[in-house]
């Protein structure tokens, strides 16, 4: 079974990360064999909705499950209307991790246990992104019609 692991390393004997959608990497693992992939989370930086495209990412890549950390409501229904089974709460060692798996010892979820932006940090993107322009926005009106009355705003004579 190929199960998504978000990882702070690039192997097996690294711990998970605990944010789901801005996670270092993701690790892949098929557990018959514990052979795994690696790949950088490329939502770590996304400004909002990083959590709903690492969620895309992992069904894209064929993943039934998902271990981590913390996982916000929106990345959980986006897995869970995938198809792919949530297990969150988890700390430690990859490998540690994912023999509790094997063992049955973890628990799936449809129940998110992080807030909605979570992984900002506080910060949600609320700002209008509508600046003064430094000094009020007011010109001088001298435009770009070199004094031939296209915005010359004042007379030279």
Known sequence: MKI???SSGKN???LIDPRFGRCAYFLMV???????????N???SFGG???IQSAQFISSKGAKAVITGNCGPNAVKTLTAAGIEVFLGNTGIVREVLQKFKNR????TNIANASEYSGL???????RGMGSGGRGGVGRGRGMGGQRGFGAGRNRS
Request: hydrophobic fraction near 30%; charged fraction near 25%.
């Open 4 to 6: 998504a692991v978000s």
């Open 12 to 14: 097996l004997d690294s």
């Open 30 to 40: 098929e557990t018959d064999d514990m052979s795994f992939e690696i790949f950088d």
């Open 42 to 44: 490329q939502s770590i």
């Open 49 to 51: 909705g990083a959590g």
């Open 105 to 108: 010892k973890l628990t799936p």
């Open 121 to 127: 940090g506080g910060k949600t993107n609320s700002g």
